[in-house]
C-alpha cells in the first residue's frame, strides 16, 4: 500500500484515542471496588504451582526529561530513595508471607530509574527478593538503565545480583533533540556503558529510542538508529513520543512548534520500522523489534508471545505482582494497582496492609476479549473460532464484532476468513484500532489516551 494512503488511513482512524492495551479492560476501567482486601484474597486463592512474575517500580530520576510520561519524580538527595528502598523492602516480605516461597519467572525492575538506588541498596532488595521467592535458575532478571548515571562498579553489582537483561534509555543521539527534551547524553556515553555491562557478563541489551520529539526528522531518526545499531542491541523499542501536557505538566516545557506533525511522524515511524528491520531484526507487535533469535522474536514466531503493563514479553507466567508505588498486579481474577502517591503507599505498607487503592475484577466475558486483544497486539491475527473455544464459547458471539470491521476490511487493513482476521504487515500501525472492536468498555468521545500512532 503506498504511503499517501497509509497516511490517510491513519488520519481516518488513529487521530481517535485509543488504548494501548497493556491490559484488557484497560487502567481506565479501574474503581475503588477492589482494595487490598481483594488483592490478597486474590493471591492466597493462587493456584499452588503457579508461577510468578515480578514487577518493581522505583519512582525516582536524578532529573526528569521533558518527554517522560512515566511515573516518577526527581529525588532530592539520597533520603527519599532510601526511605522508598526500606519500603519496597517490607512490601516485598508482606507479599512474601500471602502468597509463600512462591516460584518466580522474571523479575522486571522499572521507573523512574531503579539504579537511583545505590548499588548496596539494590543488592540488599535482590538479596530479599531471593529470600521471599524462589526465583528460578533460568528466570530473566530485567532492569531499566539510564546510561547518563550507571557506573563500571554498578554494572558489576547488577551482574552479580543475576540481573541478565538491561534496558538502556537513549531516545535521539541528535544534540538539538536532546537539548530541546532536557536529556543530553552522548552516543560514547551509551557505548561505554554498554561495553561495560558486556564486560560484566550482561549481554542482553535492549535500547529505547523514540520519534516524534521536537526536531526529529526522518534523517536525523535514522541517523540516531544507525548509530544505536553499532552498539548491537538484541531489541529495540521504537516509542512514538505520547505528548499529552495535560496530565504530565513538564511537558508543557516541549517546544510544541518543534514537534513533528502527524504527516512527519508517521514518516518517521516508517523509516524507523524500515531502518530497523532492514538490520535484521523481526518486527514484534506495536513497537518493538528483536534479533531473529531474540527470545522475543521465538515467541512471536511460536504464538506464545505477551504483553503486559511493560510492554511485550517472552515470560509466559500467568500471574504478575506489582510492587511499588503505582505498580499494577494482574492475577486470573483481576487487576490491582498500588497506591501512586508515595505518601499513601507509605501509609499503607508501614501499617503492614497492602498498598492497592483501586483494580478491576475481570468477568469470563473480560477474559475471552482480552485473549482476543493480546493476540492481535502480539500476532496480527486471531482465530476467534480457537480462542473461543478455549472459552467455551461458539462461532457466531463476536459477530457483531466481525460486521464492526467492515470498514477497516473495505480499507485493507485487516482480511476476514472464516474466524480468523489478519492485518497486514503494512497494516501493523492499525492494529490498535482493530482491537478496539473488541473493547466492550470504550468510549469512542473519551480524550485521556494519547494518539493512536
Ligand atoms: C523508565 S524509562 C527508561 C529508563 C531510564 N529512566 C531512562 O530514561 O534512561 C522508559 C522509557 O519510556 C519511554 N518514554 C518515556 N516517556 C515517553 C513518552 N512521553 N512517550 C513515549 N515514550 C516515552 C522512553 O523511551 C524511556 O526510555
Ligand atoms: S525518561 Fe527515564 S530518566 Fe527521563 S524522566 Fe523519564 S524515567 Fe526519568
Same mark, same amino acid.
Given at each position: 500500500?503506498?504511503?499517501?494512503?497509509?497516511? &490517510?488511513?491513519?488520519?481516518?482512524? =488513529?487521530?481517535?484515542?485509543? %488504548?494501548?492495551?497493556?491490559?484488557?479492560?484497560?487502567?481506565? &476501567?479501574?474503581?475503588?471496588?477492589?482494595?487490598?482486601?481483594?488483592?490478597?484474597?486474590?493471591?492466597?486463592?493462587?493456584?499452588?504451582?503457579?508461577a510468578?512474575?515480578?514487577? *518493581?517500580?522505583?519512582?525516582?530520576?536524578?532529573?526528569?526529561? *521533558?518527554?517522560?510520561?512515566?511515573?516518577?519524580?526527581?529525588?532530592?538527595?539520597?533520603?527519599?530513595?532510601?526511605?522508598?528502598?526500606?519500603?519496597?523492602?517490607?512490601?516485598?516480605? =508482606?507479599?512474601?508471607?500471602?502468597?509463600?516461597?512462591?516460584r518466580?519467572?522474571?523479575?522486571?525492575?522499572?521507573?523512574?530509574?531503579?539504579?537511583?538506588?545505590?548499588?548496596?541498596?539494590?543488592?540488599?532488595?535482590?538479596?530479599?527478593?531471593?529470600?521471599?521467592?524462589?526465583?528460578?535458575?533460568?528466570?530473566?532478571?530485567?532492569?531499566?538503565?539510564?546510561?547518563r548515571?550507571?557506573?563500571?562498579?554498578?554494572? +558489576?553489582? =547488577?551482574?552479580d545480583?543475576?540481573?541478565?537483561?538491561?534496558? $538502556?534509555?537513549?531516545?535521539?543521539?541528535?544534540?538539538?533533540? &536532546?537539548?530541546a527534551?532536557?536529556?543530553?547524553?552522548?552516543?560514547?556515553?551509551?557505548?561505554r556503558?554498554?561495553?561495560?555491562?558486556?564486560?560484566?557478563?550482561?549481554?542482553?541489551?535492549?535500547?529505547?529510542?523514540?520519534?516524534?520529539?521536537?526536531?526529529?526528522?526522518?534523517?536525523?531518526?535514522?541517523?540516531?538508529?544507525?548509530?544505536?545499531?553499532?552498539?548491537?542491541?538484541?531489541?529495540?523499542?521504537?516509542?512514538?513520543?505520547?505528548?499529552?501536557?495535560?496530565?504530565?505538566? /513538564?511537558?508543557?516545557?516541549?517546544?510544541? &512548534?518543534?514537534?513533528?506533525?502527524?504527516?512527519?511522524?508517521?514518516?518517521?515511524? +516508517?523509516?524507523?520500522?524500515?531502518?530497523?528491520?532492514?538490520?535484521?531484526?523481526?518486527?514484534?507487535?506495536?513497537?518493538?523489534?528483536? #534479533?531473529? !533469535?531474540?527470545?522475543?522474536?521465538?515467541?512471536?514466531?511460536?504464538?506464545? $508471545?505477551?504483553?503486559?503493563?511493560?510492554?511485550?514479553?517472552?515470560?509466559?507466567?500467568?500471574?504478575?505482582?506489582?510492587?511499588?508505588?503505582? @505498580?499494577?498486579?494482574?492475577?486470573?481474577?483481576g487487576?490491582?494497582?498500588?497506591?501512586?502517591s508515595?505518601?499513601?503507599?507509605?501509609?499503607?505498607?508501614?501499617?503492614?496492609?497492602?498498598?492497592?487503592?483501586?483494580?478491576?475484577?475481570?468477568?469470563?466475558?473480560?477474559?475471552?476479549? #482480552? !485473549?482476543?486483544?493480546? #493476540?492481535?497486539?502480539?500476532?496480527?491475527?486471531v482465530?476467534?473460532?480457537?480462542?473461543?473455544?478455549?472459552?467455551?464459547? !461458539?462461532?457466531? /458471539?463476536?459477530?457483531?464484532?466481525?460486521?464492526? *470491521?467492515?470498514?477497516?476490511?473495505?480499507?485493507? $487493513?485487516?482480511?476476514? @476468513?472464516?474466524?480468523t482476521?489478519t492485518?497486514?504487515?503494512?497494516?501493523?500501525?492499525?492494529?490498535?484500532?482493530?482491537?478496539?472492536?473488541?473493547?466492550?468498555?470504550?468510549? %469512542?468521545?473519551?480524550?485521556?489516551?494519547?494518539?493512536?500512532?
Amino acid at each position: 500500500m503506498q504511503d499517501d494512503t497509509l497516511r &490517510q488511513l491513519e488520519l481516518k482512524y =488513529l487521530e481517535r484515542r485509543i %488504548p494501548r492495551y497493556t491490559s484488557y479492560p484497560t487502567a481506565v &476501567q479501574f474503581t475503588g471496588d477492589v482494595d487490598g482486601g481483594t488483592y490478597a484474597d486474590w493471591l492466597t486463592a493462587l493456584a499452588p504451582d503457579a508461577a510468578l512474575s515480578v514487577y *518493581l517500580h522505583v519512582p525516582f530520576c536524578a532529573e526528569l526529561c *521533558l518527554y517522560c510520561g512515566c511515573h516518577t519524580t526527581v529525588a532530592r538527595g539520597p533520603a527519599p530513595v532510601a526511605a522508598y528502598v526500606d519500603l519496597l523492602e517490607r512490601e516485598i516480605a =508482606l507479599i512474601g508471607t500471602i502468597v509463600g516461597h512462591r516460584r518466580a519467572t522474571h523479575i522486571h525492575w522499572g521507573g523512574g530509574t531503579p539504579t537511583i538506588m545505590t548499588p548496596a541498596e539494590f543488592t540488599r532488595l535482590m538479596t530479599t527478593l531471593r529470600e521471599k521467592f524462589a526465583i528460578a535458575a533460568d528466570a530473566e532478571l530485567a532492569i531499566e538503565i539510564d546510561p547518563r548515571t550507571l557506573t563500571r562498579d554498578y554494572a +558489576r553489582t =547488577l551482574a552479580d545480583a543475576g540481573i541478565n537483561r538491561v534496558s $538502556l534509555g537513549v531516545q535521539d543521539f541528535d544534540g538539538q533533540v &536532546q537539548r530541546a527534551v532536557g536529556r543530553m547524553q552522548s552516543f560514547e556515553q551509551t557505548a561505554r556503558v554498554a561495553d561495560w555491562l558486556r564486560e560484566a557478563g550482561i549481554t542482553a541489551i535492549n535500547l529505547d529510542l523514540m520519534y516524534g520529539l521536537p526536531y526529529q526528522t526522518e534523517r536525523s531518526v535514522a541517523a540516531s538508529i544507525g548509530q544505536a545499531l553499532t552498539l548491537m542491541p538484541d531489541r529495540i523499542a521504537m516509542f512514538g513520543y505520547a505528548h499529552v501536557p495535560w496530565m504530565k505538566r /513538564h511537558q508543557k516545557l516541549i517546544p510544541e &512548534q518543534a514537534l513533528p506533525d502527524g504527516t512527519a511522524r508517521f514518516a518517521q515511524s +516508517r523509516i524507523a520500522a524500515e531502518t530497523i528491520a532492514g538490520a535484521g531484526f523481526s518486527p514484534i507487535g506495536l513497537d518493538h523489534f528483536a #534479533r531473529h !533469535d531474540d527470545p522475543l522474536a521465538r515467541r512471536q514466531s511460536e504464538g506464545r $508471545l505477551h504483553r503486559n503493563f511493560q510492554g511485550y514479553t517472552a515470560d509466559q507466567s500467568v500471574s504478575l505482582i506489582g510492587l511499588g508505588t503505582s @505498580a499494577i498486579g494482574s492475577l486470573p481474577q483481576g487487576y490491582a494497582q498500588n497506591a501512586p502517591s508515595t505518601v499513601a503507599y507509605r501509609a499503607a505498607i508501614t501499617a503492614g496492609r497492602l498498598a492497592t487503592v483501586r483494580g478491576c475484577a475481570v468477568t469470563a466475558e473480560d477474559r475471552l476479549r #482480552r !485473549d482476543v486483544i493480546e #493476540r492481535l497486539m502480539c500476532d496480527l491475527s486471531v482465530d476467534l473460532a480457537a480462542v473461543g473455544a478455549t472459552h467455551g464459547v !461458539d462461532a457466531g /458471539h463476536f459477530a457483531r464484532e466481525l460486521a464492526g *470491521l467492515d470498514e477497516l476490511e473495505q480499507d485493507g $487493513l485487516v482480511t476476514i @476468513a472464516g474466524q480468523t482476521i489478519t492485518v497486514p504487515e503494512y497494516g501493523r500501525p492499525f492494529v490498535r484500532a482493530v482491537c478496539a472492536a473488541f473493547d466492550r468498555y470504550l468510549d %469512542p468521545g473519551d480524550t485521556r489516551f494519547s494518539r493512536a500512532s
